[in-house]
């Protein structure tokens, strides 16, 4: 058996999780779905559910067919009046209240709704059950399609026999399930009533008007844009204090779906609830029964003590719709509380659970899916905006890797894993052109990598610079010669370094390569590894540990940027005496900044050198925008990828004449783009690699 609840069983060291609430969605490049991903992601590999899952199994149960009725007794409650003029899904407020037992009535929030819309004229047909909206985020598709299947003509039918077009929701999950995930048109009950003659008595001159505090959930604001609805209809019986969050910033609640009840959404609550008192409101209002259940956690949870000096004294958390229908006159506050579910009826033998046969999982991975998981260019923006940190990039790799196994990975993606199999390069290009554009000195680099003496350095080139980008190229070789560098390459036996199987979800072949790699790379002896390449030097720096431990103490890994910051440092760059002012705007790439944390090193390199004046982008460093070029996505959709770049360099101040970046894929796109703005009239503008920057400040470098 399941057992009864006592008080919060929230799991302290549980893991962070995304609790798909959309507050990354606005700088994310692409303006990926990511809820459908995480949603993916979680059908592949699901996580626990706080409660023993209690609340899952009682979801599963009803997408089994078994006849819940959860919510209809709201038809019964103490002044309503119901009839066919519309249809009205109380949800599953009430099960709270049978499973916590707190003094606070959930079902109250449904109560209120109903009472309100009587006084709005309305005499509405309510319907039980739930929308499936937990089983959807927790990833069990398979049972929310099966609900799907029998919820979804129900409501339809439902809705032709009142004559009505929407379904009118007591919780903004359950209108966003109904309308986003089902297709059933549905709406938030504030945002039906808003604007509406509603026949109450708020509060007269001689009563002071309550100070209440709005919190905007998930899925009534970020997912709806409805931020208007619920404050005008709080505002006709109590004064509504703004909190100061900017919309479209609120925070999430914590929790969703039972997903993420942990140290870091109690602790985040609670901020929250002190910003209210502090703001000297009587009550925090909430249109979400589940934002009201978790916010509530706070004083619930063991080890609460409101004598305490340190934490938030009690403040009352609560329904927009129980509190206007209370000030209202329509729910009388020292009513007797009703309990239509004892606690007895949540008790769920185990073995009732007889769980739906599971389709194959590619049977979840149509198109869309495909196409939104690949839009995503790993940029890891959304990680550094999550004010929790969630790993959001594991979801969108989790879903790529499942991708890969069934078959579904693009084309265009898929054609440079087997490149890189059958040449050992991303571009189909033949192992010998490698080679092609090195310049005299690199070649003679080649020889020294195999006459059996240990170099200072190997230099590992990677896939772009060797075939596409003979300029940056040769800007590094030109560099490392400039400063006496005792250095090596690999030549055609370099190959690539695996990273775009790594994007590609594709991780047995990304094993073998990098376990190649590696092993060509120690034959050198060479104790420093250098890259120009973001992309490899993520691959060396974070992937390759991962697969061999040995590897981080074998071999030191930098990136040129890093080296270059060395060898200025240390005077062994001979930089020239002056030079024209160059105004020089540095692109972070993602890979180097916001996944390996490198930031200060080239801004100190382009910093040190005579005439450049460094300027930033608007958005830099942890908050830099992506260029596009990443996560495999100009193989997947070139044309958004480029969109991307020219919505980058749209940011850049005036009087920029160089955008460096330390990644030739950032430079490859951004140039494209710069070229593209320059054909339209736009100003005309230099994409250069860092390298090809300091190649144009050493002495003599401009000859």
């Excluded at 079902?107 to 319907?127: K, T």
């Excluded at 609805?229 to 109590?238: C, F, I, N, S, W």
């Excluded at 992309?535 to 071999?555: E, H, I, K, M, N």
Aim: glycine share 10%; proline share 6%.
């Amino acid at each position: 058996m399941i057992p009864l609840g006592e008080g919060c069983q929230c799991d302290r060291f549980g893991a962070v999780e995304c609790t798909s609430c959309r507050i990354c969605e606005a700088v994310c490049p692409p303006r990926l779905d990511l809820a459908s991903i995480v949603s993916l992601s979680r059908r592949l590999d699901g996580p626990e559910t706080s409660h023993q899952g209690l609340f899952t199994s009682l979801a599963i149960l009803e997408a089994q067919g078994a006849a819940m009725g959860l919510g209809a007794w709201h038809a019964d409650l103490p002044g309503v009046e119901t009839g066919d003029d519309l249809v009205f899904l109380p949800g599953t407020a009430g099960l709270m209240d049978a499973y916590f037992q707190r003094d606070t009535e959930y079902a109250a929030g449904p109560h209120g709704a109903l009472l309100l819309l009587n006084a709005a004229g309305y005499h509405p047909r309510v319907v039980g059950g739930g929308s499936g909206h937990d089983l959807y985020y927790q990833g069990r598709l398979d049972e929310f399609k099966a609900l799907g299947e029998t919820l979804v003509p129900r409501l339809e039918s439902i809705l032709k026999a009142t004559g009505t077009d929407a379904v009118v929701c007591a919780s903004p999950e359950d209108a966003h399930a109904l309308r986003d995930l089902h297709g059933v048109e549905a709406i938030h009950v504030s945002e039906f009533l808003a604007g509406r003659d509603i026949d109450i008595s708020p509060p007269g001159e001689e009563l002071e008007r309550p100070r209440v505090a709005f919190m905007d959930p998930c899925r009534l604001g970020r997912y709806r844009d409805a931020y208007d609805a619920p404050r005008e209809l709080l505002g006709r019986v109590a004064e509504v204090v703004d909190l100061g969050y900017a919309r479209g910033e609120e925070p999430c609640c914590g929790v969703s779906a039972w997903v993420n009840c942990n140290a870091w959404s109690k602790d985040h609550r609670e901020g929250i609830i002190r910003r209210a008192h502090e703001a000297g409101v009587d009550v925090l209002v909430t249109a979400c029964p589940m934002c009201q259940v978790h916010l509530d956690c706070y004083y619930a949870e063991e080890g609460y003590d409101p004598e305490d000096p340190d934490v938030v004294p009690p403040l009352r958390i609560t329904d927009i719709c129980q509190l206007v229908a209370e000030l209202g006159g329509l729910l009388p506050e020292d009513r007797d509380r009703l309990v239509p579910l004892s606690p007895t009826s949540l008790m769920v033998d185990a073995g009732m659970l007889l769980p739906l046969a599971d389709a194959p999982v590619v049977d979840h991975m149509d198109d869309w899916a495909v196409r939104n998981a690949h839009l995503c260019t790993l940029c890891m923006r959304c990680v550094q905006e999550c004010p929790q940190d969630a790993p959001v990039i594991d979801h969108v790799m989790r879903v790529r890797r499942g991708l890969w196994d069934n078959g579904r990975t693009p084309s265009g993606v898929a054609a440079m894993v087997a490149s890189v199999e059958a040449e050992d390069d991303a571009f189909g290009e033949p192992r010998a052109g490698r080679t092609e554009a090195y310049p005299p000195a690199l070649r003679a680099r080649v020889a020294a990598s195999a006459d059996g003496a240990t170099p200072e350095v190997l230099l590992f080139l990677g896939c772009v610079l060797s075939y596409q980008d003979p300029r940056g190229l040769a800007a590094v070789v030109r560099v490392l010669e400039a400063a006496g560098v005792d250095y090596a390459v690999l030549g055609e036996e370099e190959g690539c370094c695996g990273y775009v199987d790594h994007l590609a979800g594709a991780e047995e072949a990304f094993g073998q390569v990098a376990t190649g790699v590696m092993e060509r790379v120690r034959s050198t002896g060479a104790p420093l590894l250098v890259t120009p390449c973001s992309g490899c030097f993520r691959s060396f720096s974070q992937l390759y540990p991962g697969l061999d431990q040995a590897w981080s103490t074998d071999v030191e890994v930098l990136h040129v940027a890093q080296y270059l910051d060395r060898l200025i440092t240390a005077d062994r760059l001979p930089l020239a005496k002056g030079g024209e002012v160059l105004m020089v705007a540095y692109h972070d790439p993602c890979d180097l900044g916001r996944n390996c944390g490198v930031y200060d090193a080239p801004r100190r390199v382009l910093s040190a050198l005579p005439g450049v004046v460094l300027e930033e982008f608007p958005e830099s460093r942890q908050e830099a925008r992506c260029c596009g070029g990443g996560g495999a996505l100009r193989a997947f959709e070139p044309d958004r990828s480029l969109e991307i770049a020219a919505q980058r360099l749209d940011t850049l101040v005036e009087g920029i004449d160089v955008v460096a970046s330390a990644c030739p894929s950032c430079k490859g796109n951004l140039r494209l783009a710069a070229v593209r703005r320059a054909r339209d009239g736009g100003a005309r503008l230099r994409v250069q690699d860092i390298c090809e920057v300091v190649v144009s400040r050493l002495d003599g470098g401009a000859r």
